[in-house]
């Protein structure tokens, strides 16, 4: 659906698909219910996996009635000021519930949670629990606590923690593709970004424990698995510098790097197809790109986001490349993978100081690289980052939004003329189920991440050759072939 974001600010068309926030649709186990929700990126929809999954432990079923809850939880997202308005929202609508329903416990987790601590249950008072992304151990403690009418806060990050060990309740799922998160926390400090303070150190996650995970869902049915860090190009584990014990079968100072992690996953099944996000451009290397090209069940999509397209505005933003590194990055994806590789980014409007030209400089490098696809923004300040302690973010909300529009613009006439060098295309397509539009249609995506709707029924997780014989800016339409 999507690269690391599943937010509001999405183009256009993407709107009307992307899931803004996620119930638990299910009903099972236990007694006591669970309602949860989840905005912001795959990994805070991953985090509710494994939130369900401790809470599973403790006797807790899901449901997706938020009035037949016994504990509600929402997952937030800080990452623009949008997006915790939205969550306000929820909790104004909360509030209405806990009015009918007095007995039930609610508690914000996720990003929200770590930036506003105590002030949230201050500023919320119908908030039982506040819980950061670090402490979700703490959840049933708290719960119970807060059951007995006590309010509880866990907001500490720590260095090691990876839920290495918890296997993630899967949400929503359509049984064909999953995400597995590989790493935690940032250590970038983009100057506009609040996740380095919401999530904490970079750690990554231990290979065999990740391989394992990919290897249950293969067995399970699931057909795609989706790698997630902030960072994916970082992943680094050293059996010295971690915990030894958990690496039981490596030889004692071997690292493994995200382009090793990518064959060992691969490696699981040739028909488990592999997709990773995100890619930081200072950090993408040829290993990473030959490894993609070794393996037909890595996926040929790299999200690969430039936030601008000015090396004045890049330096400001602290993201440690300039055009010329980013270019040299895309060429080298072009080279090694070829042309049909997607490439998708993330783009920032009106940051703090940019000027026409510079705004002119991030159209010019969306013609050069012709993204397939973009999630943009325009700059929204966040409290405590680098860049509102240094710079004043002094361009005008119209201006911001002209800017973004004019970048938006530009996206879709690529996505547009992506599509059509596809037309005419035959691809080999993973089955994820009926069509959003229509039953009698089903979807899936090719290995460049593109939807394709094709009349039909097919099983789920089936792989079919789809030749493409038309196409719009966000789907192409194809009929199975041979
Ligand atoms: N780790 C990823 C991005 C995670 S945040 C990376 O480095 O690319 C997802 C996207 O949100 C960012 O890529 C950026 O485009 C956008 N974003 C982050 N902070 C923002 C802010 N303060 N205002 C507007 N957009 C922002
Ligand atoms: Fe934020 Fe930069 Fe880290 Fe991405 S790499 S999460 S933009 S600080
Ligand atoms: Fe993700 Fe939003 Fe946090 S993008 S890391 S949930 S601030």
Known sequence: MQGLIADIDLVEEEKAEACDYKVSADEKFGAKKLYIESYGCQMNFSDSEIVTSILKEEGFGTTSQVEQADVILINTCS??????????????????????????????????????????????????????????????????????????????????????????????SNGVTAFISIMRGCDNMCSFCVVPFTRGRERSRDPQSIVKEASDLFNQGFREVTLLGQNVDSYKWSASENNKARLEKSNEDEIVSFANLLEMVAKVHPDLRVRFSTSHPKDITDEVL????????????????????????????????????????????????????????????????????????????????????SYMFFYSERP????????????????????????????????????????????????EGKSKRSDEQMQGR?????????????????????????????????????
């Open 79 to 172: 990452i623009r000021e949008k997006a915790e308005q939205t969550v306000r929202n929820r909790l104004n609508y909360f509030r209405g519930v806990k009015k009918r329903n007095g007995e039930v416990t609610i508690g914000v987790l996720g990003c929200m949670a770590e930036r506003l601590k105590s002030k949230l249950l201050e500023e919320e008072k119908i908030v039982d629990l506040v819980l950061g992304p670090d402490a979700y151990r703490d959840l049933p403690k708290l719960v119970k606590q807060a059951e007995e009418g006590e309010k509880g806060i866990n907001t500490f990050l720590s260095r090691e923690e990876t839920y290495a060990d918890i296997a993630p309740v899967r949400l929503n």
């Open 290 to 373: 030959h490894t993609m090209k070794k393996y037909d069940n890595i996926c040929k999509n790299i999200h690969l986001p430039a936030q601008s397209g000015n090396s004045r505005v890049l330096k400001l933003m602290n993201r440690t490349y300039d055009r010329e590194w980013y270019m040299g990055r895309v060429d080298a994806i072009r080279n090694i993978l070829g042309e049909n590789c997607g490439i998708t980014s993330d783009m920032i409007a009106g940051f703090c100081s940019e000027t026409e030209e510079e705004h002119q400089d991030t159209l010019s490098l969306m013609d050069y690289v012709k993204y397939d696809f």
């Open 384 to 431: 405590g980052t680098l860049a509102a302690k240094k710079y004043e973010d002094d361009i005008p909300l119209e201006v911001k939004k002209r800017r973004l529009q004019e970048i938006m613009e530009k996206q879709r006439e690529y996505s547009i003329k992506r599509n059509q060098r596809d037309v005419g295309k035959t691809f080999k397509v993973l089955v």
């Open 446 to 482: 090719n290995s460049a991440n593109k939807v394709v709707v094709f009349d039909g029924d097919y099983p789920k997780g089936s792989y079919l050759n789809v030749e493409v014989f038309d196409c719009s800016a966000g789907t192409l339409f194809g009929k199975v072939v041979a």
